[in-house]
T-cell receptor, first 111, second 114 residues
């Protein structure tokens, strides 16, 4: 099955700086890569996703890049704000439609 | 649009007891998922329904866990008997179709087994 690894496990950034989270996946047939944000006491919420036919996608301060050859994808948050503090999960959808999650990155934005 | 509803929000039980969780997905969503999220880890898929049929339950510990989705809408997940290692947040999610579409998550049920 699919194995998704996520780094770092914790990330502390100064407000206004950028944050980068990296993930690798094992199944070369995976074709859909969503990123979820989870706030304390809440369920994960989709913030951005990318499909395998696209190399990069941007939505305001959030961007995701995908390198299918190397089997890794990254989340970039620019101009971080305190409300960006949360746990972020990457995930990969294998060709049997199973969504596998990384272990999560706890992001803390320091004011 | 109403989100995915789950109940209860919290549950504390003793080991060897049984417990049931309930999920009401977003109206019209054909696919329903149950995930287990142990503290400090990512969600792990337990079972996936397409309408009222099971499409994947390979990671469901079937000796103690069971789930059903009668009439293809609401779903219940049951644990009987519970073990200490079942302490986790149980998340229900739904999506419009099966495949690469957004999955919407409920708030989860936090289970503590003592």
């Amino acid at each position: 099955g699919e194995n998704v690894e996520q780094h770092p496990s914790t990330l502390s950034v100064q407000e206004g700086d950028s944050a980068v989270i990296k993930c690798t996946y094992s199944d070369s047939a995976s074709n859909y890569f969503p990123w979820y944000k989870q706030e304390l006491g809440k369920g994960p919420q989709l913030i951005i996703d990318i499909r395998s036919n696209v190399g990069e996608k941007k939505d305001q301060r959030i961007a995701v890049t995908l390198n299918k050859t190397a089997k890794h994808f990254s989340l970039h948050i620019t101009e971080t704000q305190p409300e960006d503090s949360a746990v972020y999960f990457c995930a990969a959808l294998s060709n049997d439609y199973k969504l596998s999650f990384g272990a999560g990155t706890t992001v803390t934005v320091r004011a | 649009e109403a989100g995915v509803a789950q109940s209860p929000r919290y549950k504390i039980i003793e080991k060897r007891q049984s417990v049931a969780f309930w999920c009401n997905p977003i109206s019209g969503h054909a696919t329903l998922y149950w995930y287990q999220q142990i503290l400090g880890q990512g969600p792990k898929l337990l079972i996936q329904f397409q309408n009222n049929g099971v499409v994947d339950d390979s990671q469901l510990p079937k000796d103690r866990f069971s789930a059903e989705r009668l009439k293809g809408v609401d779903s219940t997940l049951k644990i009987q008997p519970a073990k200490l290692e079942d302490s986790a947040v149980y998340l229900c999610a739904s999506s419009l179709v099966w495949g690469d579409t957004e999955a919407f998550f409920g708030q989860g049920t936090r289970l503590t087994v003592v």
